[in-house]
């Protein structure tokens, strides 16, 4: 087993990124398959638990309010809603949900309140439970670990570099500063990226830097292929091509050994032999179920004939153990 390194250099980075193809994807499935359950993956599934009328302004995202987009609107969800859904995707194989909401950070009011609620109650239903509700504090990390919350989703998304060019509204340490709350507060980090946002493969490996280098990996990687959006900014960008796709996914594994790198959005777009490919490299995880946030993804029955087709076996909940948040609260009757 190679020794976790949080002292990558961006030529040796690089230097990973540009192998021939083929070395590259056989190495990082030699990594790969150290692990004795490698032909598991794990599957999360997605709810909007608020949509659109977000206040920033990525340029990638249909959710943000200032883009003509074909988006409804939509307040935050009920408890019963987010139940509801939660049981679908356990039905479906999910063994994580991981809530989304489009907000710039998260408010400490009823809306909060009621996230503490959902994130109760679908731990109670032993699943692992994920958030993406934007920027948070110490003490708000604290308030979701304490109720059970599994991972906290932040994405870096591009480099340090480039990010100006894709979100003017919050800066790259502003987001930085979220995944070390995330951390004080004892939670798994669950952060990656997009491609295909018009970055070149030099932003592409700084953004693998600064995950690889940050003082702990984050247990969880997102590698994003763009889903372009009529009405964003980043409408007319080409789709990305399979090979950097793979190339992203064969580096994260070998430079972040211990992570799970989850093939993400893009995938409604993919044959299943590309996204074979992306398993060969590493990829150990998907987003299932026929909706991502906002926009498609394949179904879960699909996904269930690639499965068997490739042989994978979708991964059991807390495999890891059960951290003590996460334990259920005893009920005294
Ligand atoms: N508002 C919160 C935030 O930005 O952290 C949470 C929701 S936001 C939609 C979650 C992530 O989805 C973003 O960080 C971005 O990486 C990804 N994302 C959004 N729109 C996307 C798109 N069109 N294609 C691919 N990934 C996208
Ligand atoms: C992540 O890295 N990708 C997911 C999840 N984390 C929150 C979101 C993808 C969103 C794709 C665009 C949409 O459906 O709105
Ligand atoms: Fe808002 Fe998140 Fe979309 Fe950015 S990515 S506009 S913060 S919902």
Known sequence: MQALR??????????????PFLDLVYEAATIHREQKDYNEVQISSLISIKTGGCAEDCSYCPQAARYQTDLEVQPLMQLGQVVSAAVKAKEGGASRLCMGAAWREVRDNRDFDRVIEM????????????CTLGMLTETQAQRLADAGLYAYNHNIDTSEEDYKRIISTRTYDDRLNTIKN??????????GGI?????????????????????????????NALVPVKGTPLEDQPRVPIWDMVRMIATARIVMPNSVVRLSAGRNEMSTLEQAFCFMAGASSIFAGDKLLTTPNPAFADDMVMFELLGLKTREAFKNGRPKNTIKEEVVV
Do not use: F
């Not at 949080?6 to 192998?19: G, P, S, V």
């Not at 070149?200 to 247990?219: G, K, S």
């Open 6 to 19: 949080h002292d990558w250099t961006k030529e040796e980075i690089q230097a990973i990124y540009d192998k």
């Open 119 to 130: 994130v109760k109650a679908v731990n109670d239903m032993d699943m692992e439970v994920c």
């Open 182 to 191: 995330v951390r004080k507060a004892k939670l798994t980090v669950c952060s």
């Open 195 to 223: 491609i295909g946002l018009g970055e070149t493969p030099a932003d592409r490996v700084a953004m693998i830097q600064t995950l690889a280098n940050l003082p702990q990996h984050p247990e969880s990687v997102p590698v």
